[in-house]
């Protein structure tokens, strides 16, 4: 258990609507970040936050956007879906933003149809 | 930018050989470089790090990787795999450590499936 968990583990969802997949990063981490893994993209960096703040960002579809709160948990909001967004989501989180050391939930997948 | 490639998309070796998943990267600016495995239907777990100092690094569970600057490589190895080592594996690579903070962003490859077969 890597101590970040994501929700909801599984959504199935239809073209043209939205969703909000949350993540709680482990205890005392200020660094969380998105990643996409498809079969066709592999794994993509998507953005992150560090202490509430826009850190990096990634390749971030203009349809997709999140946010850190102030109790350090963490959301992305795809909207407009497609086919093609269907892939596993997963957050990492980190102490610091700059070790690379990240620690991964078990991510959350969706399915488009 | 930087890049990663994982020159094997799957391995398959019997157990108790010894296997090696090759990994090369592209950067212009120095780097720290990262082993990830990923077990199936679970989130990624860190294998091993190079961030400075001997350039072979080695994790709890045997496996050992070396950096060679010069061939900009990151190579996994393990001299006798278990039935329990089937997993998928990731390189990956971040700009090393220059005073900012947004350098936590890793670069994957596109990984390697290694499969153990008894």
């Known amino acids: 258990d890597s101590g970040v968990t994501q929700t909801p583990k599984h959504l199935i969802t239809a073209t043209g609507q939205r969703v909000t997949l949350r993540c709680s990063p482990r205890s005392g981490d200020l660094s969380v970040y998105w990643y996409q893994q498809s079969l066709d993209q592999g794994l993509q960096f998507l953005i992150q936050y560090y202490n509430g703040e826009e850190r990096a960002k990634g390749n971030i579809l203009e349809r997709f956007s999140a946010q850190q709160f102030p109790d350090l948990h963490s959301e992305l909001n795809l909207s407009s879906l497609e086919l093609g967004d269907s892939a596993l989501y997963f957050c990492?989180?980190?102490?610091?933003?700059?070790?690379?050391?990240?620690?991964f939930g078990e991510g959350s997948r969706l399915t488009v149809l | 930018a930087q890049s990663v490639t994982q020159l094997d998309s799957q391995v398959p070796v019997f157990e108790e050989a010894p296997v090696e998943l090759r990994c090369n990267y592209s950067?212009?600016?120095?780097?720290?470089l990262f082993w990830y495995v990923q077990y199936p239907n679970q989130g990624l777990q860190l294998l091993l790090k190079y961030l400075s100092g001997s350039t072979l690094v080695e994790s709890i569970n045997g496996f050992e990787a070396e950096f060679n600057k010069s061939q900009t490589s990151f190579h996994l190895r393990k001299p006798s795999v278990h039935i329990s080592d089937t997993a998928e594996y990731f390189c990956?690579?971040?700009?090393?450590?220059?005073?900012?903070?947004?350098?936590?962003?890793?670069?994957f490859g596109q990984g390697t499936i290694l499969t153990v077969h008894p």
């Open positions: 950067s212009s600016v120095s780097v720290y």
């Open positions: 990492a989180s980190s102490v610091r933003a700059y070790t690379g050391e990240l620690f």
């Open positions: 990956a690579v971040s700009k090393a450590n220059a005073g900012g903070t947004s350098y936590g962003k890793l670069t």
